[in-house]
């Protein structure tokens, strides 16, 4: 088992940057790919960022591309996601998401590909 906790969230002016901060427990860090996807109230949940256990593979939803960063400390078994330029239209519960992949560079958006989830952290951005 994996248990996932956000933190982070807030409320922001449209501009204004987030850092979204997600701990993880239960199974070995670096054999965890990890993402993140965000779900807008009246929308189905999104994929927003993933990452590899290695660090050394990420990829990024084309609406977050160049204005958001994800990354993680796997001697802090945390990952992030720094949130820059942000837009009201990034409103969202953030959730922090895993799935167990030792030595697998390829990272995944699909959201049915991750088994473990956290409650989600609130992102809101004011216009």
């Given at each position: 088992q ?24 239960g199974?070995?860090?670096s ?23 290695s ?23 945390t ?7 942000l ?11 895993a799935?167990?992949r ?17 409650q ?8």
């Amino acid at each position: 088992q994996v248990q996932l906790v956000e933190s982070g969230g807030g409320l922001v002016q449209a501009g204004a940057s987030l850092r979204l901060s997600c701990a993880a427990s239960g199974r070995t860090f670096s054999n965890l790919a990890l993402a993140w996807f965000r779900q807008a109230p009246g929308k189905e949940r999104e994929f927003v960022a993933a990452i590899s256990g290695s660090g050394g593979t990420s990829d990024y939803a084309d609406s977050v591309k160049g204005r958001f960063t994800i990354s993680r400390d796997n001697a802090k078994n945390t990952v992030y996601l720094q949130m820059n330029k942000l837009k009201p239209e990034d409103t969202a519960v953030y959730y922090c998401a895993a799935v167990y992949r030792p030595f697998v560079a390829q990272v995944t958006p699909r959201r049915n590909d991750y088994r473990y989830w956290g409650q989600g952290t609130q992102g809101t951005v004011a216009a």
